[in-house]
């Protein structure tokens, strides 16, 4: 449910830009989901839409990527992606979600280097949400 309360702050801030920038409207948000935090596009989306209701982000156009999470080792340098272990973490909780979806920075505690079992590992990309682009129509 997290995804209601992203979906909030994205509103906000893209209306706060909105004002900053004496727009006229909002016609596109452009916005990067990380791949480790496992949000739900889809309910994201969902609750954007809904949130922005009745404001002047009503009916903008929203893109979502998925950014491909990478990982890297510190102790042996060996880099890989979040596809190739995501099926080895348990399930948590009555959704089955699993701990890094809460926690992507506590990413060491539940995943270890295939090559040497380290536990030393550093998110290189594919972390977090974030506004990519907004593309506003301003007046001449």
Not at 75 to 103: M, Q, R, S
Not at 123 to 128: R, S, V
Request: proline content about 3%; hydrophobic content about 35%; charged content about 30%.
């Amino acid at each position: 449910m997290h995804e209601w309360s992203l979906a909030n702050g994205i509103v906000k801030s893209v209306l706060e830009e909105k004002e900053k920038n004496r727009a006229k409207a909002i016609r596109k948000v452009e916005i990067s989901v990380g791949e480790v935090s496992q949000i739900d596009t889809e309910t994201l989306r969902y609750a954007i839409e809904n949130i922005s209701r009745g404001t002047p982000m009503e009916g903008s156009e929203i893109m979502i990527d998925v950014e491909k999470t990478e990982l890297r080792c510190r102790t042996c340098g060996h880099i890989w992606n979040f596809d190739e272990v995501k099926g080895n973490l348990e399930p948590v909780g009555e959704e089955g979600d699993n701990a890094v979806h809460y926690l992507p920075e506590s990413i060491s505690i539940f995943i270890k280097c295939p090559v040497c079992m380290g536990q030393d590992i550093e998110i290189l990309g594919g972390k977090g949400v974030s506004i990519k682009k907004i593309i506003l129509e301003v007046e001449d």
